[in-house]
Nanobody, 127 residues
Framework: QVQLVESGGGLVQAGGSLRLSCAAS????????LAWFRQAPEKEREFVAA????????HYSDSVKGRFTISRDNDKNTAHLQMNSLKPEDTAVYYC????????????????????WGQGTQVTVSS
């Protein structure tokens, strides 16, 4: 069973950038699809981005496409979410998640598509 720990959140002005990290332990990292979700206050947790086990393919929500980039380094058991051109509506707690079930990456879009979660890291974008 994989354990996930996020870091890199913080306060940034609109238009700025942040890079989130997800450190994994336990299990074999390359066995898992990795994804990022986010949850704003009083809203449901929503899909942000996902990446295949060896990084060959990625999938993004329409709201972040072209601004965010997901990546992973299986040698270091880490994943990253590079967030550029941040907007106030990107403010949320960001969660790293891992899915152990084989599936096409473009079908990863809901919380039921992953199996393990980190504790989250807060991202606040000021206007």
């Amino acid at each position: 069973q994989v354990q996930l720990v996020e870091s890199g959140g913080g306060l940034v002005q609109a238009g700025g950038s942040l890079r989130l990290s997800c450190a994994a332990s336990g299990g074999r990292f390359s066995d898992y699809i990795l994804a990022w979700f986010r949850q704003a206050p009083e809203k449901e947790r929503e899909f942000v981005a996902a990446i295949t086990r060896f990084g060959a393919a990625t999938h993004y929500s329409d709201s972040v496409k072209g601004r965010f980039t997901i990546s992973r380094d299986n040698d270091k058991n880490t994943a990253h979410l590079q967030m550029n051109s941040l907007k106030p509506e990107d403010t949320a707690v960001y969660y790293c998640a891992a899915g152990g079930r084989p599936r096409p990456i473009w079908t990863v879009s809901s919380i039921s598509d992953v199996d393990y979660w980190g504790q989250g890291t807060q991202v606040t974008v000021s206007s």
